[in-house]
């Protein structure tokens, strides 16, 4: 199954609308890119139209990020840039850094081929940093290629040269072979054309030949990859730099072999191009009738599929042949087609600049104001939080002993429901404790109620230690206190209460104050299936009675 068929089956083996989205915009993505263009436009409406009826704002920026990249494939940028725009605010409003970067990375290119190039840097420069902050490697290197591109094209070399180097440093520190293809063919465009500027003939072979090198390395590693695509342009850019080279008998045979492979692909631009350079390359060679046959195929199918650049290089270039061969009518006429090339190519490339340029300022408006409706959404939300903290508190206090810091019967009653239903779900015991500091007002008599204070609060600090997650300790009365044992039965509940009354008796009250003794008395009972609490407290009362009554400072027990 090849990764198209494969693409197939991921859209007809999905049942839920997410993953079926993600499907057909993995699908439509490959068919545009592939030049099937109706029936990828035709899958990503359907991929929008069920993203729009799930009310998912993720799914729906993917999914316009998807139809972006359809109109981006099929040469189609202002569409492409509009989808961008629509997805880069969807990915925003739903927090998707990533999705937003690799948004911002898809504006800035179709800046670029629009003529924006001022805008272009930009919007690249501005998903360059979120990649870095999010450590986004793949998507670093893709940016640092295609910035590359567009300082390039904006003649701010030195700066395209920086960019292109930190993209092959990163590919090939983490093995992205396909990316590294990329940038190497980019790197081997900025050689050529820096020698297309040096107006030094020995300087400038020499920045064909490190072009020659760049762009030899790229074919190689897209033939290992099996990347025919990427072969295709790394071979259209070799046929070129050998000619510069003037290496005629191998430009001429890789320039033939990339019109074939054009052709295979069904790829009218890179047939174009490889036609246009076999007539410069014909031209070099004083071969005027085949330069002639080579640029007018060029020129009618460069006019079929709108190739407006390469319609005029090849136009221009005729216009000479004609011209030397002494057909001055045809010269003529090739020049004016040249020249209204140029200029419709100009106009439009102004007219796309400029709409492209309105829609980034649009966009960047209403960023602005969703930043400002988001920060004062933040304000309030941080209001709310404020006021929901004092609330929590304010209930914690009033559910709070002051002294002890242990729950009051408040406390007690806005808990106790979720321990008892856990237990009767979980089929797992109760166990409740009653504690009383035995002859507490003999000890606030004899030391002062700031010992029995004192008293009080030590013992809250013995039953909090000797506590789990999931018990409630509690402040019952003024020396009584009251300890639920989650997930304990009576034999646990016991060795518990015993290690907490080990604890008390081994404490140096007297340290506390001079001759103070201090011992309790306890009752255990166990929640009965089906049993309220207050039933099982009032068991748990009858077996403090019983300590009471057996002399204090023990423990007793009520099944």
């Given amino acids: 199954m090849d990764s198209l068929q494969a693409l197939e089956h991921a859209v007809t083996t999905s049942a839920q609308p997410t993953a079926r989205v993600r499907a057909l915009n993995a699908l439509s993505t490959e068919l545009a890119r592939t030049g099937q263009g109706k029936r990828a436009f035709a899958l990503a409406r359907e991929a929008r139209e069920i993203a729009a009826r799930s009310g998912d704002r993720q799914l729906d920026a993917e999914a316009r990020h998807a139809l972006a990249r359809c109109h981006f494939y099929l040469a189609e940028f202002m569409p492409a840039l509009e989808s961008l725009l629509e997805a880069a605010h969807a990915y925003q409003s739903c927090g998707d850094l990533a999705g937003a970067a690799a948004a911002f990375a898809g504006i800035g290119l179709c800046q670029h081929r629009l003529g924006a190039n001022d805008d272009a840097v930009a919007s690249l420069l501005r998903a360059l940093e979120s990649a870095r902050e999010q450590k986004l490697t793949t998507l670093e290197i ?25 993209g092959i440093e990163l590919a090939q520190t983490t093995g992205d072979r396909n990316l590294l293809t990329k940038l190497l063919l980019n790197q081997s465009l900025l050689a050529k054309r820096r020698g297309d500027a040096s107006a030094d ?146 106009a439009g490339s102004r007219k796309h600049a400029a709409a492209a340029a309105q829609l980034w300022l649009d966009f960047q408006d209403a960023s602005r104001r969703a930043s400002q409706y988001r920060m004062r959404a933040e304000t309030l939300a941080a209001d709310h939080e404020a006021l929901a903290r004092k609330a929590r508190a304010a209930a914690e206090a009033s559910e709070q002993d002051p002294l002890t810091g242990l729950l009051n019967r408040r406390g007690l009653d806005a808990r ?79 060795r518990a209460l015993y290690r907490l009354k080990r604890a008390n008796d081994a404490h140096p009250w007297a340290s506390e104050a001079p001759g103070l003794v201090v011992t309790l008395s306890i009752g255990i009972a166990t929640r009965a299936s089906g049993a309220t609490i207050a039933t099982t407290i009032a068991a748990a009362d009858e077996a403090l009675y019983l300590a009471k009554k057996a002399g204090r400072n023990r423990i007793a027990t009520k099944r």
């Fill in 201 to 346: 003939e020995a300087a400038a072979q020499a920045e064909y030949a490190h072009g020659l090198a760049r762009v030899t390395r790229a074919l190689e590693l897209a033939r290992a990859l099996g990347n025919r695509y990427d072969e295709a342009h790394c071979l259209g850019q070799t046929g070129t730099i050998l000619r510069l080279l003037h290496s005629h008998v191998d430009a001429g045979r890789v320039l033939r072999e990339t019109l074939e492979l054009g052709r295979a692909l069904e790829e009218p631009n890179v047939q174009a191009e490889a036609l246009m350079e076999l007539g410069a390359l014909h031209v070099s060679e004083g071969r005027v009738t085949d330069a002639r046959q080579s640029l007018t195929e060029a020129i009618a199918l460069a006019r079929r599929i709108s190739a407006r650049g390469v319609l005029a290089e090849a136009c221009e270039t005729l216009s000479q042949v004609l011209e030397r061969t002494g057909d001055f009518a045809g010269a003529l006429a090739a020049y004016k087609e040249f020249h209204a090339v140029r200029e419709t190519e100009l």
């Fill in 416 to 494: 106790i429901g979720a321990l008892i239903a856990a237990s009767e779900v979980n089929a797992s015991p109760l166990t409740v404790a009653l504690i009383d500091v035995d002859l507490f007002k003999r000890i606030n008599d004899t030391h002062s109620h700031a010992v029995g204070d004192a008293v009080l609060r030590r013992v809250a600090a013995f039953i909090r230690a000797h506590c789990r997650q999931d018990d409630l300790p509690v402040r019952y009365g003024g020396d009584e206190f009251l300890l639920v044992l989650s997930g304990a039965d009576l034999p646990a509940g016991v």
């Fill in 142 to 166: 893709n940016i640092c290629n295609s910035l590359g591109a567009a300082l390039i094209f904006a003649e701010r070399l030195e700066e395209a040269a920086r960019y292109l180097a930190t």
